[in-house]
């Protein structure tokens, strides 16, 4: 199966980086006209040359998901530049192993703030530039959003927050033609938040062993499912959250999970 997305605008929220670049990346090899955006201004700039390199027409602006205000000054930008969004992808996230007793106030918060409060500013400012009917909205969520973890209590409770925002626009935009969907991505090659979660190669070892297909994925699996969702072939699908995790999520993630615990407990000094 190959996708034809030349002539059509996908805006790939935090996809400067990591699996959200990956994303990109995806898009501007099938043709897409592609815009990026995230905090960092070298970033775009750099992921922005690299998307030309591929052959793509590719912008992108600086902001950070939290400030609402500058997101929608910079949807507005591309709507001017490449015309009303046919897909967008909001990808921006923040994630670090921390035990709930030994996590600040602040620190929690921060973590809501990016994946949840600027999932909802995302989606918000993105409404009035999608193509309706036809566009195709894609959260990028995680598994933290089903599956409890020790020392992940701020993920999950923000992750679970975006699937539920997932849920709540299919149903609220489906009459207008814009479908909203969640793409679980699983243990991916490469990227930060990965080297988080499994600090240590025995860690990324037990990861890859919990994988039925015995390896990690790479942001292409996870670019192919997004393009996928925004294709015609995915016209009916409008509210599922789909993981693509080699089949980490049956079981393998728990295993791990309780490692990371009690890894995170020894090197915990709460209670001390």
């Given at each position: ?7 059509r ?5 935090g ?26 201004e070298q ?22 998901v939290?400030d ?12 001017q530049?490449?015309g ?13 192993p921390?035990?709930a007793?030994?996590m600040?106030?602040?620190a929690?918060?921060?973590v809501?703030d990016?994946?949840?409060?600027g999932?909802f ?16 909205v894609?959260?990028?969520s ?6 409890p ?12 927050g975006?699937d539920?925002?997932?849920?709540t ?12 969907n ?20 025995a860690?990324?070892?037990?990861v890859?062993?919990?994988v039925?297909?015995?390896?990690l ?19 009916y ?6 993981p ?5 999520s ?11 615990g ?9 209670g001390?």
């Amino acid at each position: 199966m190959t996708f034809d997305f030349s002539g059509r605008t996908v805006v790939v929220v935090g996809g400067t980086s990591g699996i959200n670049r990956g994303i990109a990346e995806s898009f501007a090899r099938a043709g897409a006209r592609v815009a990026v955006a995230s905090r960092s201004e070298q970033k775009v700039e750099d992921t922005v040359s690299a998307l030309a390199i591929l052959g793509a027409e590719a912008m992108g602006f600086a902001a950070d998901v939290r400030d609402q205000d500058a997101i929608r000054k910079g949807f507005s930008d591309v709507e001017q530049a490449f015309g009303q969004f046919d897909v967008l992808v909001s990808g921006a996230a923040g994630n670090f192993p921390a035990l709930a007793n030994g996590m600040s106030a602040n620190a929690f918060k921060s973590v809501v703030d990016i994946d949840l409060l600027g999932t909802f500013h995302v989606m918000q400012a993105a409404y009035c530039h999608l193509k309706k009917p036809g566009a195709s909205v894609v959260n990028i969520s995680a598994p933290q959003a089903f599956l409890p973890m020790i020392a992940q209590s701020h993920v999950c409770a923000a992750k679970a927050g975006v699937d539920m925002i997932t849920r709540t626009l299919a149903m609220e935009w489906g009459p207008k033609g814009v479908r909203v969907n969640s793409v679980v991505p699983g243990p991916i090659e490469g990227t930060e938040g990965m080297s988080r979660l499994a600090p240590t190669p025995a860690l990324m070892a037990q990861v890859k062993a919990g994988v039925p297909l015995r390896r990690l994925g790479t942001p292409e699996d996870v670019g192919n499912l997004c393009m996928f969702l925004a294709s015609d072939f995915a016209s009916y699908m409008n509210g599922t959250v789909i993981p693509v995790d080699g089949g980490w999520s049956l079981g393998g993630i728990s295993s791990y999970a309780a490692t990371l615990g009690d890894f995170m407990m020894k090197t915990s000094t709460e209670g001390e």
